[in-house]
């Protein structure tokens, strides 16, 4: 069974830096593309940023450019968003999720961790 | 970036009506379109890729059609399970983008 998990989430002031992470379990990790999502409270999804098998290609939204950074360590099954200079517009629930094989959209999501940016 | 326009915002409907969701690219996708259905506190579920595949496991009652900018999400038979929020998703070029939402209500 896949699982993702998130962490890493909280209350942070803004213009700080948080880093979140999702460990991931049930798959073969480095087979697959994966990326970040958020949602903010009440609002629709929108889509972050997004990292290929290998690291060789990366994607992020316009609204978080220069500011997060999408990593991932496929020893430890491990992806990372790492989020500086945040800003209250940040505020959301992230969710790290798996794009699916044979094109796919995304087929699999974690729970969500909540980060919340606010003084 | 390839903007999505998703409607209706909002769609009353009654058990057993057929329905219709459309989702507008701003430039061709292809077939790179998803549908997901999001419940209140869950997260999103994956129904339809590549415009008009079928996630297994999801009911058959679920089909997508379209290409290039036109899209469209039919509910053959809507069930008091399928009233929550659907949304579209271009997965052609970065930066990915989703439509707005469309929650389906009850009538």
């Known amino acids: 069974e896949v699982q993702l998990v998130e962490s890493g989430g909280g209350l942070v002031q803004p213009g700080r830096s948080l880093r979140l992470s999702c460990a991931a379990s049930g798959f073969t990790f480095d087979d697959y593309a994966m990326h970040w999502v958020r949602q903010a409270p009440g609002k629709g999804l929108e889509w972050v940023s997004g990292i290929n098998w290998n690291s060789g290609s990366i994607g992020q939204a316009d609204s978080v450019k220069g500011r997060f950074t999408i990593s991932r360590d496929n020893a430890k099954n491990s992806l990372y968003l790492q989020m500086n200079s945040l800003r209250a517009e940040d505020t959301a629930l992230y969710y790290c999720?798996?794009?699916?094989?044979?094109?796919?959209?995304?087929?699999?999501w974690g729970q969500g961790t909540l980060v919340t940016v606010s003084s | 970036d390839i903007q999505m326009t998703q409607s209706p915002s909002t769609l009353s409907a009654s058990v057993g009506d057929r329905v219709t969701i459309t989702c507008r690219a701003s430039q061709s996708i292809s077939s790179w379109l998803a549908w997901y259905q999001q419940k209140p506190g869950k997260a999103p579920k994956l129904l339809i890729y590549?415009?008009?595949s079928l996630e297994s496991g999801v009911p058959s009652r679920f089909s997508g059609s379209g290409s290039g900018t036109e899209f469209t999400l039919t509910i053959s038979s809507l069930q008091p399970d399928d009233f929550t929020t659907y949304y579209c998703q271009q997965y052609h070029s970065y930066p990915w983008t989703f439509g707005q939402g469309t929650k389906v209500e009850i009538k």
């Open positions: 590549k415009a008009s």
């Open positions: 999720a798996k794009v699916g094989s044979s094109g796919r959209g995304f087929d699999d």
